[in-house]
């Protein structure tokens, strides 16, 4: 439905009972019921010429009448920050996010992120939740790099939150772990949620964890590292970090879940410590990589899939790993 376009629905019979909010998004493809209930809160919806709540209970005699406003401009700013797009349309945008990057503005990261920078390159922005700016479906953390996708307008951005919910999209990760797996492949899965006593981390001893699954096979065994492929068959917060920590194979560079012993263990167990802990210490992220996004696009409904290379950091640890028998 475009903006400004003057909107009527009349009830039916059948309608008899049904909230406002949930009859009118219903009627609208593309609109969220959140969104419409806004709309009706700000009596851009009537009702027989009337303002009504959104829980209002719709009778068959009633004549439902609106505009959906022209999307706002927001209060942030657009920044010509590079990004590297990997494909680009009218309903969405896909980038390999470069690591050091924050997704969205937060406290203490109020510029220089991923949507800044979308709201300077794309000029063509249809508008999500009544408001001018890029539709953020599903975040990496900031020292994570690799595939994201973002939304143009509200309907893609309806889409792909749905696809994203019901566990349709695949997500396929790159890692770089300590130590040997014992095995070429395997599953994990043990619950998520916060930490019990350190609430900016998540655990898998948290007294209400949420089902968490992720797959992993071995891309490399090195002599103390091991490159994997990792496929997220669920989407929470820090899930791989988490996992991976879980199984006693920390990624490297990860500050927050590797081992507090680490550095001792190394010396303990390994026999070239003086070379494995200046590595270590180099790594100024978690060698973690978005590396395979497939969905299917929100307008045309065609499967599409896109793989970011491994960012140069990366690619400089392995080639050390890979030069110093490590």
């Known amino acids: 439905m475009p903006a400004n376009g003057a909107i009527t629905l009349r009830a039916r019979p059948s309608d008899e009972g049904k909230r406002l909010d949930v009859f009118v998004a219903s009627q609208l493809a593309g609109y969220t019921r959140s969104f419409v209930a806004g709309l009706i809160g700000n009596q851009h919806f009537l009702v027989n010429g009337q303002p009504k709540k959104p829980g209002y209970r719709i009778k068959s005699s009633d004549t439902i009448s609106g505009v959906i406003p022209a999307p706002t401009p927001i209060e ?66 900031k020292d994570t790099s690799g595939t994201l996708v973002v939304a143009k307008n509200d309907q893609a951005h309806t889409h792909l939150s749905r696809q994203f919910k019901s566990r349709q999209v ?63 068959k669920t989407g929470r917060t820090h899930q791989i970090r988490v996992h991976c920590a879980a199984m006693q194979h920390p990624i490297l560079g990860d500050k927050i879940y590797r081992p507090r012993k680490l550095e001792r263990t190394i010396k303990r167990q390994c026999k070239q410590p003086d070379k494995i802990l200046p590595l270590i210490k180099a790594v100024r992220r978690q060698m973690l990589h978005a590396w395979r996004l497939g969905f299917t696009h929100p307008q045309t409904g065609q499967w599409m899939a896109f793989e970011s290379p491994l960012p140069d950091d990366m690619e400089q640890v392995i080639k050390q790993i890979r030069e110093s028998g490590l």
């Not at 510029?111 to 063509?124: F, K, Q, R, S």
């Not at 770089?176 to 898998?204: A, C, N, W, Y």
């Open 76 to 141: 942030l700013t657009a920044e010509p920050i590079a990004l590297h797009i990997l494909y680009e349309d009218e309903h969405i945008v896909v980038v390999n996010k470069q690591p050091g990057l924050v997704v969205h503005p937060a406290a203490g990261h109020d510029g220089g992120t991923l949507v800044n920078g979308l709201l300077y390159h794309c000029t063509d922005l249809g508008g999500i939740g009544g408001e001018l700016r890029p539709g953020i479906v599903h975040r990496l953390d």
């Open 170 to 232: 695949q997500k396929q990760y790159r890692a770089l772990v300590h130590g040997t797996l014992k095995s070429s492949s395997g599953t994990i899965k043990l619950p998520i949620g916060r930490h019990p006593t350190d609430r900016k981390r998540m655990s898998t001893k948290s007294a209400r964890g949420r089902t968490a699954e992720t797959q992993w096979k071995v891309d490399t065994q090195f002599r103390w590292f091991a490159l994997l492929t990792l496929t997220l």
